[in-house]
C-alpha cells in the first residue's frame, strides 16, 4: 500500500493560515488523497479529499503538487479549535474492499 | 447527521476475561472497521466488513474476532483479555461507494487489569 510521511507536530499562532504537508512519493494514479482531523476526546472527522485537482471546502483547502508526490492541507485562519491530529491517508479507488489505513498524523498545536 | 455509536465510553475488564465493543451506525451504511490508537502508533486496523456476515482482517487482527449480523451492527470481541489489549477503541462507518467519508463513533477506553 502506498504510503503517507508528515511530520510529528507543527506550531502555528491563531488566526494565521496554516499548511499541513504530506508526502506521497509512491501514489499510484488511482489514490486519493484523503484528510481527516481528530478533536482531543473524538474519534477523527472526515475534512476533505482530491485527485489532482486542488480543492476547497467551508473547513479547508486541499492543494495537490503536480506530480502528485506531495500534497498541503490549508487551514486559512486558525482557531484555537483547530488545535488537533490530522491524517493524511491514500484511498485507492479501484480496490473494492476499501482496507482504510492511517498513519500517526500531524498534532497540530494553536497559540493563542 | 450519521451517528456512529459505540456501547461504552469507558470499560474496565479483568485479564482472561472475553470482552464485547458494540458498534451501531444509523445510516444504513455497508462498510464498518475497528481501529485502535495507542500513543505514538497513531490508528490501526483490527478487522473490517463490507457486508453482512463478512469480515477481513486488518493490520493487527491477533486476539481479536468480530461480529456483523445485522448491518447496523458490528461487534469487536476479546476472546480472552490480556493487558496488552489496554487502549482506545475507534468505530467507524462508511457507504459502500469508494471514497465515500469514513465516520467515526467517540471511542471506547477499554483498560484491562
Known amino acids: 500500500d502506498a504510503k503517507t510521511t508528515q511530520p510529528n507536530s507543527m506550531e502555528s499562532n491563531e488566526e494565521e493560515p496554516v499548511h499541513l504537508p504530506c508526502n506521497h512519493s509512491?501514489?499510484?494514479?488511482?489514490?486519493?488523497i484523503h484528510w481527516y482531523r481528530q478533536l482531543p476526546s473524538q474519534g477523527p472527522e472526515y475534512v476533505i479529499h482530491?485527485?489532482?485537482s486542488n480543492v476547497n471546502n467551508r473547513m479547508a483547502s486541499l492543494a495537490i503538487a503536480e506530480d502528485r508526490k506531495s500534497s498541503t492541507l490549508i487551514l486559512h485562519r486558525a482557531t484555537l479549535r483547530d488545535a488537533a491530529v490530522y491524517y493524511c491517508?491514500?484511498?485507492?479507488?479501484?480496490?473494492?474492499?476499501?482496507?482504510?489505513?492511517f498513519g500517526k498524523g500531524t498534532r497540530l498545536h494553536i497559540l493563542p | 447527521d450519521v451517528k456512529v455509536t459505540q456501547s461504552s465510553r469507558y470499560l474496565v475488564k479483568r485479564t482472561g476475561e472475553k470482552v464485547f465493543l458494540e458498534c451501531v451506525q444509523d445510516?444504513?451504511?455497508?462498510?464498518m472497521f475497528w481501529y485502535r490508537q495507542d500513543p505514538g502508533l497513531g490508528l490501526r486496523l483490527i478487522y473490517f466488513?463490507?457486508?453482512?456476515?463478512?469480515?477481513e482482517k486488518g493490520d493487527i487482527p491477533e486476539g481479536y474476532s468480530v461480529s456483523r449480523e445485522k448491518k447496523e451492527r458490528f461487534s469487536l470481541i476479546l476472546e480472552s483479555a490480556s493487558t496488552n489489549q489496554t487502549s482506545m477503541y475507534l468505530c467507524?462507518?462508511?457507504?459502500?461507494?469508494?471514497?465515500?467519508?469514513?465516520?467515526f463513533g467517540n471511542g471506547t477506553r477499554l483498560t484491562v487489569t
Open positions: 491517508i491514500l484511498r485507492d479507488d479501484g480496490v473494492g474492499d476499501d482496507k482504510i489505513i
Open positions: 445510516m444504513d451504511h455497508e462498510n
Open positions: 482530491g485527485l489532482t
Open positions: 466488513s463490507y457486508d453482512v456476515k463478512m469480515k
Open positions: 509512491t501514489i499510484s494514479g488511482t489514490d486519493y
Open positions: 467507524a462507518s462508511k457507504m459502500g461507494q469508494y471514497n465515500s467519508p469514513l465516520h
